[in-house]
C-alpha cells in the first residue's frame, strides 16, 4: 500500500503563490510516477502536473497547457516528497488539489491527458483546497 498526505493549500489573491507538498509513504517503490491533480465545484477532476520518480530514471515533468509557465512539479527523493509550486495563482485555478501515484507511468499520464478516468491510478491523497480570489 502506499500512503499520499498533501499539505500546502489555502487562500490566496490572484497573482499569488502557494507550494503544495505531497509526502509518500508506504511501499514508495508502487509510485514510480506521481501526479498533481485538481477538482473544482461541479467539474470533473482534471490533470495538472505529472513527474516519473522512479530512482533509475527522472523523467521530464509533463504539464496542461493551462498553468505551463505558472506552475512547477518537483521531487525530493530523500524526503519521498512531491512538489507543486503555483505561481500567478488565477481565480479559475481554484479547487481541490489531489496528489495520485501509480506504478505505472502511461496510467498517469492517460489520466492527465483525459485518455483514462481517475480511477485508472492506483493511489489518491486526500486532498488541500486551494482557493484564489480576485
Known amino acids: 500500500q502506499v500512503q499520499l498526505q498533501e499539505s500546502g493549500g489555502g487562500s490566496v489573491q490572484a497573482g499569488g503563490s502557494l507550494r503544495l507538498s505531497c509526502v509518500v509513504s508506504?511501499?514508495?517503490?508502487?509510485?514510480?510516477?506521481m501526479g498533481w491533480f485538481r477538482q473544482a465545484p461541479g467539474k470533473e477532476r482534471e490533470g495538472v502536473a505529472t513527474i516519473y520518480v522512479d530512482s533509475g530514471y527522472s523523467g521530464i515533468p509533463v504539464y496542461i497547457d493551462s498553468v505551463k509557465g505558472r506552475f512547477t512539479i518537483s521531487q525530493d527523493k530523500a524526503k519521498n516528497t512531491i512538489y507543486l509550486q503555483m505561481n500567478d495563482l488565477k481565480p479559475e485555478d481554484t479547487a481541490m488539489y489531489y496528489c495520485?501515484?501509480?506504478?505505472?507511468?502511461?496510467?498517469?499520464?492517460?489520466?492527465?491527458?483525459?485518455?483514462?478516468?481517475?480511477?485508472?491510478?492506483?493511489?489518491w491523497g486526500q486532498g488541500t483546497q486551494v482557493t484564489v480570489s480576485s
Open positions: 508506504g511501499y514508495t517503490y508502487s509510485a514510480a510516477c
Open positions: 495520485a501515484a501509480d506504478s505505472r507511468r502511461g496510467n498517469v499520464l492517460g489520466v492527465l491527458s483525459g485518455e483514462f478516468s481517475p480511477g485508472r491510478i492506483s493511489y
